[in-house]
């Protein structure tokens, strides 16, 4: 991974454009939206985009800001950039960001303008939802991992609540009136066809996301594992809770909700 995807809040906060034309115009708009107060040079105290034609002159701003500390976008010239601009798929408060650590503005657009068909209008409306009913759901499932568990299963596709369909603004009240209590935990043996995680299916790529506890042998590479939740606890093991005979491949069991 080149860069750490970063969502930084920055309301009222300056952020320093050096620079005019088009290019720069276009980030003080998209910099505005964010909230940002734009400031010149000498007020940077944090961030700052750098659109100069000229080289020795944008690389001479790079160098004045960085020595003071700040971090800085310096727009296509990727070798300078402490940070770069992605591609935003606005759904407010749900945001998508599509980068490409500067290779390619035109593949990151691209790829945006995808999920944007898939993605409906009302998907910040299901966000808001979840947020306000944060508490009921904590009364509901006390315990971290059943409420992860509910959520993930009312998320799923073809789920209560599948971020990819278009529900009513009571939507998230419903489900929590609906739901029934968490069945027990379960093992799922999950057989990896390659070391490639991109030769992972569908379905093996959405259990990973979804399990609590992920029981590995130590062979299986760690571009695979990479797929699962971040939280998710990894035990390595030789051995595996019923493990079948006469398996070709690599086996993860995955401990989840049944």
Not at 42 to 53: D, F, K, S
């Amino acid at each position: 991974m080149h860069s750490l995807p970063l969502f930084v809040r920055l309301k009222d906060r300056p952020v320093a454009i050096v620079g005019e034309g088009m290019a720069a115009d276009a980030k003080r708009r998209l910099l505005e939206r964010a909230g940002a107060r734009i400031v010149s040079e000498e007020q940077a105290e944090a961030l700052a985009i750098v659109v100069m034609e000229d080289d020795d002159a944008a690389q001479a701003a790079v160098a004045r800001l960085r020595a003071r500390g700040v971090l800085v976008n310096a727009v296509d010239r990727p070798a300078l950039c402490d940070f770069t601009l992605p591609a935003i798929v606005d759904r407010d408060p749900v945001l998508i960001a599509v980068g490409t650590g500067g290779a390619s503005a035109g593949l990151a657009k691209a790829v945006r303008q995808r999920i944007e068909t898939l993605l409906p209008a009302g998907l910040g409306r299901l966000a808001d939802g979840l947020a306000t009913a944060r508490n009921m759901m904590r009364a509901r499932w006390p315990d971290a991992r059943d409420r992860r568990r509910a959520i993930d299963a009312a998320l799923a596709v073809g789920g209560p609540l599948d971020p990819l369909t278009e529900h009513q603004a009571d939507a998230v009240a419903g489900w929590l009136s609906a739901s029934e209590e968490m069945d027990s935990v379960r093992f799922v043996a999950l057989q990896i066809a390659s070391a490639d995680p991109d030769d992972l299916t569908i379905r093996a790529a959405r259990l990973l996301g979804q399990a609590d506890v992920i029981y590995h042998h130590p062979d299986v590479p760690a571009a695979i594992l990479q797929r699962a939740r971040a939280d998710a606890h990894r035990r390595a093991r030789t051995t595996m809770p019923e493990a079948p005979e006469n398996v070709p491949g690599l086996v993860l069991w995955l401990e989840m909700a049944s």
